[in-house]
């Protein structure tokens, strides 16, 4: 087992205002990319932490569900949240940050609860995918939000 | 996986006479180092190997003032997070903010005779890091969510972590 945390730098597409059940997401339909989540082709490990840096100040609650194929396929950035039954079979698991905390006048961190306990996951490559799904209507930045995942990979790197 | 256990003294002063607080809510607590830092307390060794990794299970304060006051342990992986001065409000920049790994709260205390024990809550669970800077050490960013006024020798934390692998044993 390695203890590894990945700090990810989205860029939303929209960058707007969204609506509570929108979905937050960069170009693409796989969500935002955290790699390395595995050391191995195939490998797995746990997701253990998620903490979401939100610089533009919006503190709304946010879902985030994990996917392990890159094929499942996101809707449009802000549009409202909905997936097929073929990337739902691709969903490990789901986190909430339900509240923030401060870090200065301007910015806020978001705890993720964990409420059904830890995720185990397996990679179809090296790589898990995030989806956020907004529960309020925040304006975003580009890169007005940054996440942090807490994770242990099965095999230790080399 | 090997268990450590860490414990940290908190000097707010080098020795010379000190004011000591009073701290308002939402101040940050630097404590004192011959060479001076802004990046909270730093707990080492963190981690078996340069930049390995681990996951804090527990945190325990001593409060030897007696001032009980809540206290918010915001964890970093880096050195390069910068907090404010002592005794100054908790506000970092965004670039400090990204490195910030967890937090954990310490909400009440029992007496312990002299003084009173403080047990954190993992409110979001056991933290995992991987020690940033190639170093095998954490900082942690302490705010009061109280006023309180601390002598020079205010606060001592222990740390209980999971450390990845089984490296040379560790003091």
């Not at chain 1, 490990?45 to 994990?66: A, C, E, H, K, R």
């Not at chain 1, 802000?78 to 079979?89: Q, R, V």
């Not at chain 1, 940050?97 to 961190?109: C, E, K």
């Not at chain 2, 050195?79 to 100054?88: E, I, K, L, R």
Request: glycine share 14%; aromatic share 12%; with cysteine.
């Amino acid at each position: 087992m390695e203890t590894t945390s990945i700090l990810l730098t989205p860029t939303l597409v929209a960058a707007a205002a969204y609506t509570a059940g929108d979905y937050v997401g960069p170009t693409g339909t796989s969500g935002i990319p955290a790699s390395p989540a595995s050391n191995v082709a195939n490998g797995g490990g746990t997701l253990q932490s998620l903490l979401l840096v939100d610089t533009n100040n919006q503190g709304v609650p946010m879902d985030i569900y994990f996917f392990t194929d890159a094929a499942w396929a996101s809707p449009a950035d802000n549009a409202p949240w909905s997936i097929n039954d073929a990337s739902a079979a691709a969903c490990c698991g789901m986190v909430s940050v339900n509240a923030y905390r401060p870090y200065s006048a301007t910015g806020l961190f978001g705890f993720a609860t964990f409420p059904y306990g830890a995720i185990p996951y397996k990679c179809a490559g090296t790589t898990i995918y995030l989806a956020l799904v907004t529960r309020g209507g925040p304006t975003y930045t580009p890169t007005g939000l940054r996440v942090r995942l807490g994770l242990y990979k099965d095999d230790p790197g080399g | 996986m090997q268990t450590r256990s860490l414990w940290m003294s908190v000097p707010l002063t080098s020795g010379v006479p000190y004011l000591g607080g009073p701290y308002a809510a939402g101040d940050f607590i630097q404590p004192y180092y011959a060479t001076p830092r802004a990046n909270g307390l730093g707990c080492n060794p963190a981690s078996d190997v340069a930049g390995g990794g681990g996951t804090i299970v527990s945190l325990t304060v001593v409060d030897n003032d007696n001032q009980g006051a809540p206290l918010d342990f915001f964890v970093f992986d880096s050195f390069n997070w910068t907090g404010p001065a002592d005794n100054a409000p908790f506000s970092i920049a965004n670039f400090s903010a990204n490195e910030c790994l967890g937090l954990v709260t310490v909400k009440s205390y029992v007496r312990h005779g002299t003084g009173l024990i403080g047990f954190a809550t993992f409110p979001q669970g056991p933290i995992p890091y991987k020690c940033g800077d190639g170093g095998r050490t954490l900082y942690l960013g302490i705010v009061t969510r109280a006023p309180a006024t601390y002598g020079p020798y205010p606060l001592d934390v222990r740390l209980g972590l999971y450390t990845d692998g089984f490296g040379t044993p560790l003091p």
